[in-house]
């Protein structure tokens, strides 16, 4: 897998890389690989597995009900900025996959996007606890999509270009609060047309 990445990070497509490749760049014979994996599918497989533990133990405990909105935002961004940097390869093969990979790797990936928007509608019951469940699931595939593209744009900007990774940060703050805050207007004027 971390052979994978590499070649991933030196521009490569995962959709173009060959076993042999893989192997070589890994220090082992081509037949070695099959000890570990039955193809390269099966290799990208196990990738969109481990990205999706890993999103799973990031969100851990990101949220909390009593914080301050914008800073729960800011905090959610920053920590998702900085582990998409840190794991950018990881970031790189899901985007070539999700978009050019095999039906089995896309299905893949949407699988474990959904999850992702279940979680986070699960946990947007406790911050917009007036929201319908149906309606958090909007909301939460929209913060999703959204950091879907800023994930792209994010992994678009060249090293040592802080600047520009800040006003993305910044955006990409506005644009949550703006979801979160639209449903949490929509929520409440819903609730008052019930009650008139």
């Not at 969100?59 to 900025?81: C, K, N, P, S």
């Not at 999509?145 to 678009?156: H, K």
Request: overall charge negative.
């Amino acid at each position: 897998m971390d052979s994978v990445l590499a070649i991933i990070g030196y521009g490569a497509n995962f959709a173009s890389i060959s076993l042999r490749e893989v192997a070589k760049t890994a220090g082992l014979v081509p037949t070695s690989f099959y000890r570990h994996f039955g193809d390269m599918e099966e290799l990208g497989l196990a990738m969109v597995d481990e990205l999706g533990l890993n999103l799973r133990r990031l969100m851990r405990g990101t949220f909390d009900a009593e914080q301050d909105l914008d800073e729960l935002i800011q905090h959610a961004i920053v920590a998702y900025h900085s582990y998409v940097l840190d794991n950018a390869n990881l970031f790189r093969f899901m985007n070539q996959a999700r978009t050019g990979g095999t039906p089995g790797l896309q299905d893949a990936i949407r699988n474990e996007v959904n999850s992702v928007i279940g979680r986070v509608a699960t946990e947007l019951s406790q911050l917009l606890p007036s929201l319908k469940s149906a309606d958090r699931e909007v909301v939460a595939g929209l913060i999703v999509s959204t950091l879907l593209d800023d994930t792209t744009s994010l992994l678009a900007i060249p090293k040592g270009q802080e600047a520009l990774r800040n006003e993305l940060t910044e955006r990409t703050m506005q644009q949550m609060a703006l979801i979160v805050r639209g449903a949490e207007h929509w929520s409440s004027q819903a609730h008052n047309e019930k009650a008139s």
